[in-house]
């Protein structure tokens, strides 16, 4: 079974102010798929990490884009 996190656990684990998260919630932005048990809100750990490695950026992306030493990336 998949470990459910609290708002305040995602919250440290994505560096989002928690009030940040509930915020996100109640106006329909972007975040991991929610949970309700009863009034109680959780995110489940696997789409937690689907929702990170969705949102984690490609060097590949910009493929024109420079590296801080200057070089193309």
Known sequence: MDRLLTPRE???L???AQRTIYNR???GGD???AILLG???RF???DVQQWIAHH???RDKNPGTKT???DQA
């Open 68 to 70: 801080p030493e200057g």
């Open 56 to 58: 984690q950026e490609s």
């Open 44 to 46: 489940k750990a696997s």
């Open 31 to 33: 975040l991991p798929p």
């Open 39 to 41: 009034r109680h809100v």
């Open 25 to 27: 919630r109640a106006t």
């Open 10 to 12: 995602l919250s440290a």
């Open 14 to 16: 994505i560096a989002l």
